[in-house]
Nanobody, 116 residues
Framework: QVQLVESGGGLVQAGGSLRLSCAAS????????MGWFRQGPGKEREFVAR????????YYADSVKGRFTISRDNAKNTVYLQMNSLKLEDTAVYYC?????????WGQGTPVTVSS
């Protein structure tokens, strides 16, 4: 049973930074894509960033490019999202996911609130 547990969310002022973590248990996810989606108040869930297994190639949504950095530590079975220059519109629940082929797993989410 694979479990993803996010942490690191919270309240931050606009312009500030937060680092989210997503720790996986149950099996090694080193060969999986891992990444983040978010869902803001009254909005649809949207893609934020992902990182491939193996070479660890990152890919970002345009809305976060240049501000967010995704990374992974396969030894710790963990993926991170460093969020800098946060904006009010980054307020959302952030969900971690892992995917490979038809297998996909989701975390429960961690809330991020950006205040003015």
């Amino acid at each position: 049973q694979v479990q993803l547990v996010e942490s690191g969310g919270g309240l931050v002022q606009a312009g500030g930074s937060l680092r989210l973590s997503c720790a996986a248990s149950g099996r090694s996810l080193s060969s999986y894509y891992m990444g983040w989606f978010r869902q803001g108040p009254g909005k649809e869930r949207e893609f934020v960033a992902r990182i491939s297994g193996g070479a660890g190639t990152p890919y970002y949504a345009d809305s976060v490019k240049g501000r967010f950095t995704i990374s992974r530590d396969n030894a710790k079975n963990t993926v991170y999202l460093q969020m800098n220059s946060l904006k009010l519109e980054d307020t959302a629940v952030y969900y971690c996911y892992a995917a490979r082929g038809s297998s996909n797993y989701w975390g429960q989410g961690t809330p991020v609130t950006v205040s003015s």
